[in-house]
T-cell receptor, first 113, second 110 residues
């Protein structure tokens, strides 16, 4: 198993550009999450999904969109990039149930200039 | 709203020492608590998971405890090694979501 795979690893965007951060997991997990981590701060939940076709907002959803058309993929879309979206983005997945740990991708470092 | 605090924010200790990292939380209605480590520029690696009904978990040199009544968890690291240098995150799972602490940056001095 590759686990949770995120692409790209790094990206620089200009203000107003759009992009999609890709996240794929091969563990057949039903729960998937997107977090952002700002320097010196904890991770904050952007969006999450409890299964294909179901998505919900987290703490900081503004400026982002997600979709979950398959169990494996959970892309995060930035429509109009802003400097405030400069951050490291982590995708994670887990199987439902309190016993199951969450697996994280290696992260995407995004700079908006 | 769940709030998770980790103190200290940074800690440096000589190699070989035993150490304790602290985590406190405000809402005891949790399903589980996890300790993760994060290496610079890398993702998060799960170290230990404690179920809500459990008091502690052990893995190798690591021991994590959970006291829901006082809203505290500790991560004990025995015989610290330079490879233990990383940021350690306390993470609570409840209501289908994780709440992250801000972490303790640990440096083990050879």
């Amino acid at each position: 198993n590759a686990g949770v795979t995120q692409t790209p690893k790094f990206r620089i965007l200009k203000i107003g550009q759009s992009m999609t951060l890709q996240c794929t997991q091969d563990m057949n997990h039903n729960y998937m999450y997107w977090y952002r981590q700002d320097p010196g701060m904890g991770l904050k939940l952007i969006y999450y999904s409890v299964g294909a076709g179901i998505t919900d907002k987290g703490e900081v959803p503004n400026g982002y969109n997600v979709s979950r058309s398959t169990t494996e993929d959970f892309p995060l879309r930035l429509e109009l990039a802003a400097p405030s979206q400069t951050s490291v983005y982590f995708c994670a997945s887990r199987w439902e149930g309190a016993k199951n740990i969450q697996y994280f991708g290696a992260g995407t470092r995004l700079s908006v200039l | 709203k769940q709030e998770v605090t980790q103190i200290p924010a940074a800690l440096s200790v000589p190699e070989g020492e035993n150490l304790v990292l602290n985590c406190s939380f405000t809402d005891s209605a949790i399903y589980n608590l996890q300790w993760f480590r994060q290496d610079p520029g890398k993702g998060l690696t799960s170290l230990l998971l404690i179920q809500s009904s459990q008091r502690e978990q052990t893995s190798g040199r690591l021991n994590a405890s959970l006291d829901k009544s006082s809203g505290r968890s500790t991560l004990y690291i025995a015989a610290s090694q330079p490879g233990d240098s990383a940021t350690y995150l306390c993470v609570l799972f409840g209501n289908e979501k994780l709440t992250f602490g801000t972490g303790t940056r640990l440096t083990i001095i050879p």
